[in-house]
Structures are given as structure tokens and as C-alpha cells.
């Protein structure tokens, strides 16, 4: 900058011109650097990481678990099997509980995502959760409500009916080829199916609103 004025006033002198008519005012900083200024601005801001997706995502989540809770049972009911319905027939690449677990994930955006087996993976009931209803025997069993069993092994299955003594399911690789099909029984035929050493081994669930 100091070169810049030496110069521009030794030209000015030898010319009889006028330093200020003849450009030797420095320049400021908006003039030097032009539109770089507001380039650089734009620049910084561009660096600070934009978390504002965070919120919209926690603020979605909130939105749809209040949606979820403010529906009645039969709606949430319907919900999941309607969900699983429209696996039918499809290979899902999933075992029985990460279908039945992503089913009730979808049906519920998000907010609700089935429990753990317990004690351990041949369990025949869920870990804790304020979000899951024991409903008892399977003759109070409702469309949409999930079945934990030990066949013997351990199965998940969503209740697709349970009319007169017959009680149809909708799962995925009851044929150990995690494709999703429905198949029906009867209760008697169920129940002598996961009766083992004279316990019954079962647990029925429905998934509530939290």
C-alpha cells in the first residue's frame, strides 16, 4: 500500500495533478478486495455446520408420536397390519423378529420399536417396555398384535386373525426363507404346538400408544 501512494503522488507531482483527482487516496477494503468481501462472508457462513436438520427430525419424531398415541387401538392395531399386509408374498431378506420389529417401526414412523427377547434369544416374552401391553391368553388375541413363541425355537408373529377357534398369522421365514407369508391353525393346534414340558410357551402383545 505504501509503494502503491509513493508512486501514485510521484506520478501526480511530475504531472501537476491533483493527488486526489488523480486516484491517490488508498482504496478501502471493500474496494479492493469488490464482491470478495461479501464472497468472504458468505464463505464463513457456509463453514458453520448446519444442524438445523437435527430439530426438524426431533421436532417429525414428536409430531408422529403424538399422532401415534392420540389414535385409538384399533386404529393402531389396524395400522401394523396393514403394514405387514403388504409384505405378503415378498422376500424381505429379515428373520421373523427384524420383520415384525421393522413393521411396527414403519406403522408407527418411527416412534415405537419392539423390545428385546428375554431372558435371551429363545425367550418366548419381551424385555420391559411402556409401550407394549401382555393382552394374556392367545383367545384375546387382536389383528395386529404380535405373538412371541417357542415353537420349540424362538418365532415373532403379527396376528392376522383369530375368529372361532381358528387363528391365522402373518410372518416372515416361517419356511426359513425370510419371505413374508400368512398361514392359519387352529388355537387347540397352536397351543399344543408351543406347549412345552407342560408350559405353555407364549407371550401375546399389543402395542399401545406409550
Request: include cysteine; hydrophobic fraction near 35%; glycine fraction near 10%.
Amino acid at each position: 500500500m505504501k509503494t502503491f501512494l509513493k508512486l501514485c503522488l510521484i506520478v501526480a507531482l511530475a504531472f501537476g495533478i491533483s493527488v486526489v483527482s488523480f486516484g491517490c487516496i488508498a482504496p478501502s477494503e471493500e474496494e479492493l478486495l469488490g464482491s470478495d468481501t461479501t464472497n468472504a462472508q458468505d464463505d464463513a457462513q457456509d463453514d458453520v455446520e448446519d444442524d438445523s436438520s437435527i430439530g426438524e427430525n426431533e421436532d417429525a419424531l414428536t409430531w408422529w408420536a403424538q399422532w401415534w398415541k392420540a389414535l385409538g387401538q384399533w386404529s393402531r392395531n389396524n395400522t401394523i397390519l396393514n403394514r405387514a399386509k403388504a409384505d405378503n408374498g415378498k422376500y424381505v431378506g429379515l428373520n421373523c423378529k427384524n420383520w415384525a420389529r421393522k413393521v411396527v417401526s414403519d406403522a408407527s414412523k418411527g416412534t415405537i420399536t419392539i423390545p428385546a427377547t428375554c431372558p435371551g434369544e429363545t425367550g418366548w416374552y419381551w424385555c420391559g417396555s411402556s409401550k407394549v401391553q401382555n393382552m394374556g391368553s392367545i383367545w384375546n388375541a387382536q389383528p395386529g398384535n404380535v405373538v412371541q413363541m417357542n415353537l420349540p425355537g424362538p418365532h415373532t408373529a403379527i396376528v392376522s386373525s383369530n375368529i372361532g377357534g381358528n387363528i391365522c398369522w402373518i410372518d416372515s421365514n416361517y419356511k426359513l426363507d425370510k419371505t413374508v407369508r400368512i398361514h392359519c391353525q387352529t388355537v387347540a393346534a397352536f397351543l399344543k404346538m408351543v406347549t412345552i414340558n407342560g408350559q405353555q410357551k407364549y407371550t401375546v402383545y399389543q402395542i399401545t400408544g406409550g
